[in-house]
């Protein structure tokens, strides 16, 4: 299986901050890489897809970029709504594994 | 738009079956798209389980792929999981999902709401 690495595993965060979350891949995925973010009790929803692809209804405030091993999320302008779990995943090989998370808490 | 809605026991005894069923609704299941399940043990990450796309074709995460059955109910627009020999490590939230796209670029678009199963006798 190919393992995904994020970090920081947590990271605290004023409103209106720059947060970048980095995620890596134990080999080459090409641009096979999504984001999800997950807030408490409730299911994943897409952010990003194709490593740099916003999904339908996503705010442009979310971008992603990368290719290979090195994937970054980056969030511009941190709003309220935003303090969750993110999570990427890739979808090179089966299975499809997902990294073990960055929760972005409130500072 | 298309929805996604887990139902099943919340509840099942070491060594037996976990089964979970998932209702399509706002779309057919006969769409050109894979069904997924995936898990999430209390505090942790997620798991893939497995999908199946409308023909009966299925993927399977090797590491439980012994023990797991995905199947397609076409009249009822539903699949559903059947896990085997359960163990407490199998108690957490099972979650349906559609997966998009084709070769290596796909993606779970539209999610359930989750149903938590707790292993204990």
């Known amino acids: 299986d190919i393992q995904m690495t994020q970090s920081p595993s947590s990271l605290s965060a004023s409103v209106g901050d720059r947060v970048t979350i980095t995620c890596r891949a134990s080999?080459?995925?090409?641009?096979?890489l999504n984001w999800y973010q997950q807030k408490p009790g409730k299911a994943p929803k897409l952010l990003i897809f194709?490593?740099?692809s916003l999904q339908s209804g996503v705010p442009s405030r979310f971008r992603g970029s990368g290719s290979g091993t090195d994937f970054t999320l980056t969030i511009s302008r941190l709003q309220p709504e935003d303090f969750a779990t993110y999570y990427c995943?890739?979808?090179?090989?089966?299975?499809?594994?997902f990294g073990g998370g960055t929760k972005v808490e409130i500072k | 738009q298309v929805q996604l809605q887990e139902s099943g026991p919340g509840l099942v005894k070491p060594s037996g079956t976990l089964s979970l069923t998932c209702a399509v609704s706002?779309?057919?299941?006969?769409?050109?798209?894979?069904w997924s399940w995936v898990r999430q043990p209390p505090g942790k990450g997620l798991e893939w389980i497995g999908e199946?796309?409308?023909?009966?074709?299925?993927n399977y995460n090797p590491s439980l792929k012994s023990r797991v059955t995905i199947s397609v109910d076409k009249s009822k627009n539903q699949f559903s999981l059947k896990l085997s020999s359960v163990t407490a490590a199998d108690t957490a939230v099972y979650y349906c999902?559609?997966?998009?796209?084709?070769?290596?670029?796909?993606?779970?678009?539209?999610w359930g709401k989750g149903t938590t199963v707790t292993v204990s006798s």
């Open positions: 999902a559609r997966r998009r796209g084709a070769g290596y670029e796909y993606y779970m678009d539209v």
């Open positions: 995943q890739q979808s090179y090989n089966t299975p499809p594994t």
């Open positions: 194709a490593a740099s």
């Open positions: 199946i796309y409308h023909s009966g074709s299925t």
């Open positions: 080999q080459s995925i090409s641009s096979y």
């Open positions: 706002g779309g057919s299941i006969s769409s050109s798209n894979w």
